[in-house]
């Protein structure tokens, strides 16, 4: 394949994953409390203006959760607490409170287990009285209602810590939010560890039904599997495409078939073809967890193995963006992408560039603390890209500086 087709070809696929799916739906960057978050080991933000939501739980009565932050004299730093619409938390409000340099002495007390220094004060900040408004958040379509919010000028430079407790010993989940800069980022399987929030503290969530998970695994793998590419290249640039290149039924061919009035609708439609299904599955049906591994997986191995084409189908790139995009929106095909990119820099070896970007997304969900599914799908989905390319990567990575 020629260098400037593959590089058009890649920066296309880039910019149609980051198009598609890099538009905000979150005011905040999503993170949950995977591990307790008490006075000695608080959770560290690293920018109080930039918003961040941590979806946090009260475990037990005597749970204290404490986040902490730099701040500086005249910052302004917003604070914000929501309780998810949980049955059983409808009178559920935690208290709230900000301790730092400067800030006044005395008031209220605080949990036994939060310590205060010397040059500490604290503000105290009970939930409002009355019945709380709600809101309702349309892309994970979820309602909660809102509690505390406050802006604070912060009086001095140092360390801030704010501390969520109830003082009755009541257990519960929360939000506790900081900041209103929006920035994309956030924990890449939110989506997916929300459904287990959003169930009563100790309740385990419900498992999709097995039909469910069959039904839509069944979809993805039929959507997975139409050649579009092949598809497009008859009708655009009325020729097979598997007679180009490297016999590849994908959206390269596509485009050393017809130009990028071939390649373009090509790859955009390998793409959707991943992404579509398990989006659907995700946000629509609500399965995730271990019961989104076959689904997540059924429109890459259609596409390698579509039976349009007696089982021979594509090397699966562009439909792993895809189904990435569905699984981790924004997140999976910015890291592809970037990774990508680098390779195509530094590699003249297609192959080894391909496996390089799946590989890196594979390492940013290790140090991200993505759970059992995503791991498990992002290893199969490996393992299927290097079957395809094992041809190409008897050749061995070749530099382009050397």
Sequence with gaps: MKRPILLRVLIALFLTGALLTAAPVWAHQPFFEEMDIPPDQPWRIADPSISTAIYATLESP???????????????????????????????????????????KGGEALPSAVPIAGEEGTEVIPPPAGVPSTFFEPFTRTSYWERQERTFTLPADGLYRAVVWHPEGRVGRYVFTVGRAERLGGDPAFVAKLRRYWTPVGTPPPEPPIGMVLL??????????????????????????????????????????????????????????????????????????????????????????????????????????????????????????????????????????????VFVLGVYLLLAGALGPLLAIWAANLALVLWKHRRDLRTPPRLRFL
């Excluded at 910052?75 to 049955?87: D, S």
């Excluded at 073809?273 to 019961?291: C, E, N, Q, T, Y």
């Design 62 to 104: 005597q749970d204290v959760d404490v986040f902490a932050f730099d701040g500086r004299a005249g910052q302004e730093v917003y604070v914000f607490i929501v309780i998810p619409q949980i049955p059983g938390q409808e009178d559920f409000a935690p208290t709230m409170a900000l301790i730092g340099p400067g800030l006044p």
């Design 216 to 357: 839509w695994t069944v979809l993805g793998f039929f959507s997975g599997s139409l050649p579009f590419s092949v598809w497009v290249g008859r009708l655009v640039a009325r020729a097979d495409v598997r007679r180009y290149g490297d016999g590849n039924p994908g959206a390269a061919n596509a485009w050393r078939a017809g130009g990028w009035k071939a390649g373009v609708p090509a790859l955009l439609l390998d793409y959707l073809k991943g992404s579509v299904p398990v989006a659907l599955a995700r946000f629509g049906a609500g399965i995730d967890g271990w019961g989104l591994v076959p689904v997540a997986l059924a429109p890459v191995l259609g596409h390698a193995f579509s039976p349009f084409l007696r089982f021979r189908g594509g090397k699966a790139i562009a439909t792993t963006f895809g189904v990435w995009s569905g699984l981790t929106l924004w997140v999976g095909p910015t890291v592809m992408g970037l990774a990508l990119t680098l390779a195509i820099a530094l590699n003249r070896t297609d192959a080894w560039s391909a496996v390089f970007g």
